[in-house]
Each structure stands twice: as structure tokens, then as C-alpha cells.
């Protein structure tokens, strides 16, 4: 950041040690201060000098200037995000929801499941490598800080088009940086996505979710309580990395490409997953000595946004020693310090008396840890530099009393010419060759490809419990080794959908992820989500927030699942271009026994294949049209909330019946993709007859079905059970052979299949 | 039996190999790398993972640990010692095993169900299995090209010091597709791929890694190697 001189905080006070002191504050309330280069705005600065009733000092105003950017004050979302909690469907399962570090939720048996997905979109992009990796190490702090065990992480990619010379080098950087951190940091990597857009040329999406694992009495809070209570700084040295990564990186729109991305490149973070992995079980032997009043981790806005967070949510007060931080880089003063955003450090608030057994456990991972302060009864958060005061403010005004803007929303006009230009007028495939070739295109568009190159670059195994990972539908894990209890994790999104409609979008994004989660056997339980929207400062772009969030809250309600946390990052666009709005959802499930998942492999000789659904010819958005004619228009699937909880139960009492052995959520490419799919991962083959025009089934897109193998001799009972949920079955054929065989259309060699399908990423990234 | 699994920071695989051993019959051990004891354990594993953040030479600083210079005279003497994947390369570093794992040919993280074919049942750790065994095992590592002088490779072979080899494409260049080797004894053995997540069809792609792990738990006069 000493490049920038952005941060005076060196600038000469009236205190020995040179730094703006609250005294010198108030004596010099004319001095000029960098506020808009902070990111702050002129109104936001005014506010700030009438709540401290002189002008902040450098040090408050780094405070302020992070923890009110968009990225930690949510100013732009709250509104909406308000909306989403008001609806939300009531749950005995949520133990600890929205606004918390993560949402956490009972799966039985004593056990709670924590889980979150947040973005490191820009910072993948400036630095790939590390962008990336510290994005994974950020969530994964987010669910230690609630007493939990991390024990996997999913990843939710989008990049510009996959032969753009840019997106190979993003790509490989991002995929190796995720490599790097979750296999060092030994978590298991079981699922996520990755697709390809021109929008997302100067804006990749990196989104990083992590699960743990708690028992219900080690549920831990992010409070600072107790006067007297001693406030502990542990894990990595601060250093000047990711200064400002909050406000000045995650809060702004990139400017010209290449000259921005270098500019802020010291705003991204460098990543040490030893150092975390040291920290994760330090953390874990905390919590079981029973010696954590209070915890909070490190991410976005450092020690301002842990000290703040942790007294407006404790006692009120805090009094910390700024200069007893320890520093990679002894010329940092306090503004760098508070804006620092290093990895991998962590908060702790204990009772004196448990001072030194804290210490000897931190000294038994290596772990530096520093008494940095005391938890006070004077309701402000007071910081000191070698005595002087820098920082005395209400912590509340940092951490939840930021500004909140109903900022101006409108349907753009250009939307009616895009619902005008329905996907159904384009030129179809003639004949049985032109499907075979259509089939072959998508298996092999980068979109739909097997995610093989990326997958194999992370470790699915370590820990042990990983039940079902890519490409299945699901990441499956065992959490309890006797009973077989176990969770299911999707994420999903579609945003050629959620362009044509943000809140039908949304919903079919949600209703996918929970058809994933269903298909596995797994019953859906909660709901997290990434929503990656352009500037919040285009009226178009705020429309589209507030449909998804509108569709996502509606969807929610409809299908009973509580939403238990999230994370918005907006300013995803390249000058005035913006990404397709993007809202990532997550769904958790709850497996009683994992030994009766289903895969989506077709594995049973002479098993029923059955299409469970409605099939409509539906092709907005599709597949289809965007690799066939790059086309985008019309209108996504039609959603029907309904039917998808109609298709979930079935697929649930299924797998617990042992009525099948194989399940398949139908989603991009339709019934042809995913019946390739289900014959390459199995091994098998099969033989089946369409009951209407071969185009619409094989490639549409309607919402709200599945193909399923059911098991020879369990025909009657999954013919009965269907009825008994009202999901239309539809027999298409049976498992067997070496072939995917389509009658009248093609039969098409598994062995071509394969090699079509594992061919294009290796092809373009290798 | 009682098997010792040394835990290091940074280990990682240290509760699979744990849960194999116990699912195989025996008593793990949890061992830690700043202790100077072994605990009298009859055998020890040293598990996968980024041992001190592997950040320099992998191993290169586990090889340093202080149970290390009790696992180290230890294993000249007998004990039965396996080092998986992270382990190997400690082993390497710790000159209990020839050669060195270097960074795979393809430059990348390799994790993928791998064919191994055992080569070698005369060691302490695969005389569960028969030779020419075809088992699959997950593969899961960034430096895991085996690399040797031609001299040692030739002795390593000849002298049945080759206990599994890759099978079909192969995964990261390692000379000769040697995926593991153990001492002259038998009683040492490194493993790139990881048969700890290899004991259940739940968990793992098979259970053909369990051999592994019966072997250090029945082990009998009759199939202890001779040191």
C-alpha cells in the first residue's frame, strides 16, 4: 500500500509517535482527509464526522472506510437481504442463521452442520493463483469461527469464453490456486461448477463454499463479553496484503482491464495453508478446553472488522494495544494495520485466568498468539499506538449502523426485446444425424464437458468420509461412522436463465440444487447462496438483485427451507459491462444412512430407465441455444414449485427404498446429456424410445425432472410410489450394452461418448 | 498389534491411516512428531500430507522431526515402517529408502483411482497380497515422480525391492512406473498412492488397500520379513 499513499497514516500528529491522534482530531478538524480514495463517499464522510462529533482520525476513518464498504456492510443488499429473512420459512433445524458467521443447522443425532459460499471474484482475477486460494482459506475460517470442524469444500467457477487467450491464464491460476490451499489445508474438494461466458471475460466468478462439522454444544458466538475478558490476536503476522481488499477491490467496478488489475494487485492477498491448517486444529483444541468466551476470524477488513464485530456484538466496549500486533513488516502503522487483510488469523476473547493454557496450546501447533486487549464495559472500541490514542469510537457505528440504500431499481427496455426472441424460432437439427451431431457438440461444449482436468487437480478423499463427489449430482458426505448419518451439498445456477428472468432464475437455480441434493437420497435441509450481480448503481443491475432476491425468498417459503446465510458481492462488471446476474445457490441434505446413496451411473443390466416429469418444448436459455447459435432469448424454463417438491420426495423415498439404482437431475442439455452422462459414469450402456418429437425430449429443458434406473424386480413399487407424489414416469428403455442407443435416432459408442467428453478441457487448458 | 501413526504438522491422511488400521484389526497409536518415543509400537505409518508445508524439498524438514531419530534406528533395525505418499517422501528424505519423488511430469496435482500391479510380496507390508496383484487404489499427489540412478533402478528391480508399479496411462512419469519401494530388509516400505483410502466401497474406490494394513496387524513369525 506505501505505493498508493493513499493511507497517510504516517503522516506527522501532534503525538511523539507521529500518528493522527484522537486529540490531534479534534485540534485539526480542517485537515484534508483521502476519504474518496478509500472508496467512501462525501455524505458517507459527513456521517462519520456526526457520529464522532470531530473528524475521524486516519486510523477511524480505514475503520469506517472497510466496514462500510459493500462488501462488509452489505449498503446496497440489506433492503433486500431484509425481505429474504422476513419470508423465510420457519425451521426447527436453524441453530444459528443469517448475520452470523454461518448459518448452522441440526442433521440429529447431536450433530450441527455449518456451511457458507462467498466470493473472491475480483481478487481471481488481479492474482489468480492466490485470488483464488484465499478465497477458499477465508470461507473455511468463516466456519471454524463457529466451533465447527471444516471437513470439505465446494468451488463455483465462471470464466469468460474457454478459448479466450485471457481465460487460459485465469483458468489454470484459479483451479491451481484452490489445489494448492484445499489440498495442503487437507480438505476434501466434492463438488461445485464450472461453466464458460463472454461475460464473464473481464469478471471471472470464484466462489468458494465450505461445511463443518460441530456438536450442538460447541456452537461458539463472535462476541467480545465479560469486562476484564482478555482479546487475543492469533494465527499469521500481519503484513501489508490485501490492504483495502474489502473497499477499494471487492467494492469497486474494474476500470480498463490490464492498467487496473496491476494497479490493485497489492490488494490481494497471499495465502499459507500450512499456516491455516495449523490454525484449524489450534482452533479445534481451543474449543475442547472450553476456554473460547468469544471467536471471530479474520477476512474481509481484518483487525477493524474483527474487533468491531466482535464488542458491538459483546459487552459494547474494547480497548486495544495496536502496536502489540505483531507485524511481518515493522514500518506498518495503524491505518495498515486495521486495513490489513493477511491471512489466517484469528480472534479470541478469554477470561484471564485462561490466558496461559491458551498459550501453551497455540505453542503446541506453532501458532503465534498475542494478548492484544481487554474487553471493556464502556460501550466504545478504543485503540492505542505506543500509548496515544488513534481510534475511540461506538464499535456498533462500524459493525451493523453503516449506511443503507434503497438505491433505485427499473426494469431495463431491452428486456421485452429479449423475452421477444424466443429460443423456439431457431433453425433445429434435421434428422436422426443432426441430433447425433447436436448431442455431440454439447457433450463436448466446455460447459458440459467432464470436469476431469479440474477435478483430479483436487483431493476427494483426505478425511475419509467422502461418500459422492463430481460428477455425481452431489458432493456426499459421512459425517457419523456407525449410523451412517451424512450430509449432500449442491450449488447451482443458471445465469443464462437468470438473464432472461432474475426471479424465475433464481427459483430454478434453487429448485436444481435441491433436485441434486434429492437424487443422491439426501433430504434438503437449508439454503445458502453467492448472489453476483453487476453495479448496484445501475438501476437495470438492481432490478435484476431484487427479482432473484424476491424469486430466491418466494422459492424458499415454497419449498419449507430456511435460507441460513450468504454473501452478495456486486461490482461484478468491467466498465459499464456486467456480468449476467448470477445468483449462486448452495442446498444442504441430510442423509440418515449414506449406504443408500445413488449415483448417477447407470450400473444394473436390464434396469428400467424412467424419465420422472414433465417434458415441454422449452429451449430458452438452453444449452442448445447457446452452443448450437450462441443465442440467448426468450423465456427460462417454466418453474413449478410444486412438482419439484412432488419430484424431491420421490426421488428421496427411492433411494430409501432401494427402488433404484441410479438417479439423475435433468438440467442444461436435457434428457440427451444426461442420459450420456449417466451411461459414461456407470460404464453401461442403454436402449431407449422417445414418445414424441426426438428434438424436444432429447435436448429441452423443462424444470422439475429426473431420469432414473429403477432395479429389476422393483418395477410395481417405484411404479406405485410415483403415482402416490402425482410425478408423471414416463419408461423410456432399459440399461445394457456398450452404446447410448436412441431408437430411430443414433447409437452412439460409449467409447465416442468418452472420448468426446473428456477431450475439450484437457485440449484448451493443458 | 499395535501401529503407530506419527502425526506432523501439516499431516493430513494421519486419521485415514488410523481408521485403516483399526479397520483392520489393530491398535492405532497416535504418535507426535516432537516426542522422542515410539510408545513400543510393533510397527509405524508415517501418513500423507503437506508435512511443514512441504514448502521447501517435501519431507525435506519431517525428516528433522525429533521421533524421527527414534523411527530412523529404529527401522534399520526392523520395525516395520510404511510411509505413505508424504511418508515415502520422508522416508526418501531420510535416506531409510533410495531414491526421490519429484514434481509430476504433467506439472499438476494428480488425484485419480490408479491401477497398481504389486510387484513384490517379500516385504513386511504386502505379504497379504500375490504377485501380480492388480488392485486400485486413489493416487493423490503433486510430487510423485519416482526418480533413481539407472544403478539403483537396476537393484531395486533385481532385487525384488519394487513392490507396485502404475498401470495404463501413466500418471506422473515416475522411471519405470515404480509407484512403490521398500529397504533391502523389507521391513521399509514407501507408497505414493494411498491404500488408507482404499478399505471400503462407501468411502473408497475398493477395498484392496486393506492388505496393507492386515499385514502390520497379523503379522506372524511366518510372514515377518527377516531384517
Known sequence: MAEGGTVSSRAPGAAGTGQDTVEDAACTPERAQPYAELGLGTAEYERIVAILGRRPTDAELAIYSVMWSEHCSYKSSKVHLRRLAATMARSDALLAGMGQNAGVVDVGHGYAVTFKIESHNHPSYVEPHQGAATGVGGIVRDILAMGARPVAVMDSLRFGPADAPDTRRVVPGVVGGISFYGNCLGLPNIGGELAFDRCYAGNPLVNALCVGVMRHQDLKSAAASGPGNKVILFGAHTGPDGIGGASVLASATFGDASAGSAAKRPSVQVGDPFMEKLLVECCLELF????ITGIQDLGAAGVSCATAELAAAGTGGMRVELDAVPLRDPSLGPAEILMSESQERMMAVTEPGSVAEFMRICAGWDVPATVIGEVTGTGRLVMTWHGDVVVDIPPSTAADEGPVYDRPAQRPASQDALAADDAAALPRPGGAAGLRDTLLALLGSPDLAAK??????????????????????????????????????????????????????????????????????????????????????????????????????????????????????????????????????????????????????????GARVVLLGETRPEFGGSAWAHVMHGHLGGSPPRVNLISERQLDHTLM????????????????????????????????????????????????????RAVVAVRPGRESAFTQLCADHGVPATVLGTVGGDKLDVEGCFAIPLTELAAVHEHTLPALFD | MRVGIVTFPGSLDDNDAARAVARAGGEPVRLWHADRDLRGVDAVILPGGFSYGDYLRCGAIARFAPIMSELVPAARVGLPVLGICNGFQILCEAHLLPGALTRNAGLHFINRDQRLRIESTGTAWTYHYTPGQEIVVPLKSGEGRYVASAAMLTDLTDGGRVIARYLGRDPNGSAAGIAGVSNAAGNVVGLMPHPEHAIDTLTGPSADGLGFFAAAVSRTTAGQVSA
Do not use: K
Open chain 1, 653 to 704: 423415498a427411492a433411494a430409501a427404498g432401494a427402488m433404484v439404482d441410479a438417479a439423475h437431475d435433468l438440467s442444461d442439455g436435457g434428457l440427451a446429456v444426461a442420459l450420456a452422462e449417466s451411461c459414461l459414469r456407470g460404464g453401461l450402456g442403454c436402449q431407449v424410445r422417445l414418445p414424441g418429437d426426438p428434438f424436444v425430449w432429447l435436448f429441452g429443458e423443462s424444470a422439475a
Open chain 1, 452 to 605: 476431469t482436468w479440474v477435478t483430479q487437480q483436487y483431493d476427494r478423499y483426505v478425511r475419509g468420509n467422502t461418500v459422492l463427489a463430481v460428477p455425481d449430482d452431489a458432493g456426499v458426505l459421512r459425517i457419523d461412522e456407525d449410523s451412517g448419518l451424512g450430509v449432500a451439498l449442491a450449488t447451482d445456477g443458471n445465469a443464462r436463465y437468470t438473464r432472461l428472468d432474475p426471479y424465475a432464475g433464481a427459483q430454478l437455480a434453487l429448485a436444481e440444487a435441491c433436485r441434486n441434493v434429492a437424487a443422491t437420497g439426501a433430504r434438503p435441509l437449508a439454503v445458502t447462496n453467492c448472489l453476483n450481480f453487476g453495479s448496484p448503481e445501475e438501476p437495470a443491475v438492481m432490478w435484476q438483485f431484487a427479482e432473484a432476491v424476491r424469486g430466491l425468498a418466494d422459492g424458499c417459503a415454497a419449498l419449507g427451507l430456511p435460507v441460513t446465510g450468504g454473501n452478495v458481492s456486486f461490482y461484478n462488471q468491467t466498465d459499464n459491462a456486467a456480468i449476467h446476474p448470477t445468483p449462486v445457490v448452495g442446498v444442504l441434505g441430510v442423509h440418515d444412512d449414506v449406504r443408500d446413496r445413488v449415483t448417477i451411473g447407470f450400473v444394473s443390466p
Open chain 1, 288 to 291: 475442547g478446553a472450553g476456554i
